[in-house]
């Protein structure tokens, strides 16, 4: 079982940045493929970007593809996502998630879920 806790969610202007952090406890971080999803106000949790275990391979969502960037460091059990030209449509809660399966796009394969942190953009 793995412990996830996410952090660096704040308020940011619109074309700001902000960098998610997610450190992982229990076991290693290794043996999972990581991922970030999103909860906004009144809509369903949606996929927002995946690494593989290595760190080698990543996937994204379309809305977010060429401003977010996900990254592991095992070494450190953490998992980050680098958010850059946000947008106010990118307010939501966002989520760590961790999975055993090789592919994470979708809520149902998610194994651990963070608590979540919020990150609200102004226009």
């Known amino acids: 079982q793995v412990q996830l806790v996410e952090s660096g969610g704040g308020s940011v202007q619109a074309g700001g940045s902000l960098r998610l952090s997610c450190a992982a406890s229990?076991?290693?971080?290794?043996?999972?493929?990581m991922g970030w999803f999103r909860r906004a106000p009144g809509k369903e949790r949606e996929f927002v970007a995946a690494?593989?275990?290595?760190?080698?391979?990543?996937h994204y969502a379309d809305s977010v593809k060429g401003r977010f960037t996900i990254s592991r460091d095992n070494y450190k059990n953490t998992v980050y996502l680098q958010m850059n030209s946000l947008k106010p449509e990118d307010t939501a809660v966002y989520y760590c998630?961790?999975?055993?399966?090789?592919?994470?796009?979708?809520?149902?394969?998610?194994?651990?879920w963070g608590q979540g942190t919020q990150v609200t953009v102004s226009s």
């Open positions: 998630a961790a999975t055993v399966s090789v592919v994470l796009d979708t809520s149902t394969q998610v194994d651990y």
């Open positions: 229990g076991r290693t971080l290794s043996s999972y493929v």
């Open positions: 690494v593989t275990r290595s760190g080698a391979g990543t």
